[in-house]
């Protein structure tokens, strides 16, 4: 049988793979290499949403309304504030396509207001 290793503080130390401040790739990721892939993707959707993004929202809109209100509601600043009372009577699974569609126009045009409020 194999005796068990006795770790000293010497020996801990040097399990460590970089001393402190070392890095472990001193000549660091090339310059430009990720933003050329990222720059080239946005380009790619850029020129993908120039050309389908209206009828894909339209789209998405009619397939599945509650996640588009989803979306939307996620791309609605976070200090972002609506003021009124709204009655909660059912869950936004519970409503027909019209009552979310009448959902989504009034919060369109609350944030279209905001928006133009603040210019």
């Known amino acids: 049988m194999t005796q068990p290793t006795v770790f000293t503080e010497t020996k801990q130390r040097n399990l460590r793979p970089f001393q402190p401040g070392q890095s472990g790739n001193p ?29 894909a929202i339209a789209a998405a809109r009619q397939s599945d309304p509650v996640a588009y209100i989803r979306i939307v509601a996620s791309l609605v600043p976070k200090g972002f504030e609506i003021s009124g009372e709204v009655a909660v009577k059912r869950k936004l699974e519970d409503m027909s396509d019209d009552e979310l569609m009448a959902i989504i126009s009034g919060v369109g045009l609350t944030v279209a207001a905001e928006v133009e409020h603040e210019d």
């Open 27 to 55: 000549a660091g990721r090339p310059k430009g290499a990720r933003s050329r892939v990222t720059e080239s993707f946005l380009r790619a959707l850029e020129e993908d949403f120039t050309e389908h993004g209206a009828a």
